[in-house]
């Protein structure tokens, strides 16, 4: 049996890829702090589905990970564990370059020394792009477009890290595909756009279209900031496993290699899009307030996912719709999960910018994700 480590495995994606993976025969190791509301609810969720091995580590401690990997010995590692507020990355960038430079570094240090073919994914983020300077935004209609990119943001665009979360998931993300190159681990960095499923605890900052999901089904407001004509491009998390699990059967093509992983063009969705298809799913019209556009917001961001296309024979299979509605179904089966939503940071990954963001690293942070 093929063994996976999954650090952050307790989290939104680590649940999820932890599923995924036991469901298909992988024995699963999930690395976590459980410092994230909610993830021990997400682990109590597992281990009603799923036998794994759960090792209550963190990423920082490097005796700790040595002995989770050495005693593993995983054929694969998803690294997902990370800070992943920027205003906590503001108000503490030590912590914050601690958990995820450091973290990863030793992560892929263990890696190195006890198991260097085993198949290395890290969860990077499209806000290695920064503020994407050269990506001029034009209101087209309903929607804002970016019509000097009309495949999205691919992986040649210039690295341009922002705020200390972007350069510290920046500096994970060149040690990543350079201990490929140095050292021939078969390493990969996912610059993962929004990506959005069951068991987000989405927040108005963070996870906007959980938040929006679980606004819609409580019965909670959405606050729209600017014109709701913004755009970005979202992934459901299911699609997103795929991907995982593609590169992980694929070492060869993917060691040392970046990938801009979203919904790509075909999922782009502007917020009052999303809320429209909520509203069909709920048959009812959700209270909207608009408020001014926040400092530095992007009207656009959408990614090009025509590399892992072509390298790994993927592509998104769940259009947006249909990935609204499933996470509508997720809520209402489980709103007493969907209810903790609004105790987390204040802005993770995932996010569509945030006001809290904007101020913390005056107004100059891209809407990335
Ligand atoms: N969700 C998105 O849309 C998105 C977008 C881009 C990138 N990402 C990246 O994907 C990864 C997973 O994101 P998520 O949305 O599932 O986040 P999450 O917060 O739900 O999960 C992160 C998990 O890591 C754990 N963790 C935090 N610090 C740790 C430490 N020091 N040691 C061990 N475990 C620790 C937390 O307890 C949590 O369970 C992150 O690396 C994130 O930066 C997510």
């Known amino acids: 049996m093929k063994r996976v480590l999954i650090t952050g495995g307790a989290g939104f994606i680590g649940c999820n890829a932890a599923r995924f993976f036991g469901e298909r025969n992988w024995r699963v190791t999930v690395l976590d702090t459980l410092s994230r509301d909610g993830s021990d609810r997400n682990l109590d969720w597992l281990r009603d589905r799923l036998a794994f091995d759960f090792a209550r580590v963190d990423v920082r401690e490097r005796a700790a990970v040595d002995r989770v990997v050495a005693e593993t010995r995983p054929d694969a590692v998803l690294h997902l564990a990370a800070q992943v507020a920027v205003t906590t990355s503001v108000a503490d960038p030590r912590a914050d370059f601690s958990v995820n430079a450091l973290g990863t570094f030793n992560m892929l240090d263990a890696v190195r020394r006890f198991?260097?073919?085993?198949?290395?994914?890290?969860?990077?983020?499209?806000?290695?792009?920064?503020?994407?300077?050269?990506?001029?935004?034009?209101?087209?209609?309903?929607?804002?477009?970016?019509?000097?990119?009309?495949?999205?943001?691919?992986?040649?665009?210039?690295?341009?890290?922002?705020?200390?979360?972007?350069?510290?998931?920046?500096?994970?993300?060149?040690?990543?595909?350079?201990?490929?190159?140095?050292?021939?681990?078969?390493?990969?960095?996912?610059?993962?756009?929004?990506?959005?499923?069951?068991?987000?605890?989405?927040?108005?900052?963070?996870?906007?279209?959980?938040?929006?999901?679980?606004?819609?089904?409580?019965?909670?407001?959405?606050?729209?900031?600017?014109?709701?004509?913004?755009?970005?491009?979202?992934?459901?998390?299911?699609?997103?496993?795929?991907?995982?699990?593609?590169?992980?059967?694929?070492?060869?093509?993917?060691?040392?290699?970046?990938?801009?992983?979203?919904?790509?063009?075909?999922?782009?969705?502007?917020?009052?899009?999303?809320?429209?298809?909520?509203?069909?799913?709920?048959?009812?019209?959700?209270?909207?307030?608009?408020?001014?556009?926040?400092?530095?917001?992007?009207?656009?961001?959408?990614?090009d996912v025509e590399k892992l296309r072509r390298v790994l024979g993927w592509a998104p299979e769940i259009g947006a719709a249909d990935g609204v509605s499933r996470l509508v179904q997720w809520v209402l089966e489980d709103r007493a999960a969907a209810d903790r939503a609004g105790v987390a940071p204040a802005h993770a990954d995932g996010g569509a910018s945030t006001a809290a963001d904007q101020a913390a690293i005056g107004g100059a942070l891209p809407a990335g994700a």
């Not at 260097?116 to 209101?139: C, H, I, M, Q, W």
């Not at 929607?143 to 998931?169: A, M, N, Q, V």
């Not at 990543?176 to 756009?193: E, N």
């Not at 060691?255 to 801009?260: E, L, P, R, T, Y």
């Open 115 to 303: 198991c260097p073919d085993a198949v290395f994914v890290f969860a990077s983020t499209n806000k290695v792009y920064g503020k994407v300077a050269g990506a001029r935004a034009e209101l087209h209609g309903e929607r804002w477009t970016l019509p000097d990119r009309p495949h999205g943001i691919g992986e040649g665009e210039p690295l341009d890290f922002l705020s200390p979360y972007g350069c510290s998931k920046g500096a994970a993300d060149q040690y990543v595909t350079d201990f490929a190159r140095i050292y021939g681990i078969p390493a990969t960095s996912f610059r993962q756009s929004c990506i959005y499923g069951p068991r987000q605890l989405g927040i108005e900052d963070q996870g906007w279209v959980a938040w929006f999901a679980i606004a819609g089904v409580l019965g909670r407001g959405i606050t729209l900031f600017g014109d709701g004509r913004q755009v970005r491009d979202v992934l459901h998390v299911d699609d997103l496993l795929r991907a995982y699990e593609a590169a992980i059967l694929a070492p060869d093509a993917v060691a040392g290699q970046a990938f801009n992983v979203g919904g790509g063009p075909g999922n782009a969705v502007s917020l009052r899009e999303v809320i429209a298809m909520l509203e069909t799913r709920l048959s009812r019209r959700i209270p909207v307030r608009v408020a001014d556009w926040r400092p530095g917001d992007q009207r656009a961001y959408v990614s």
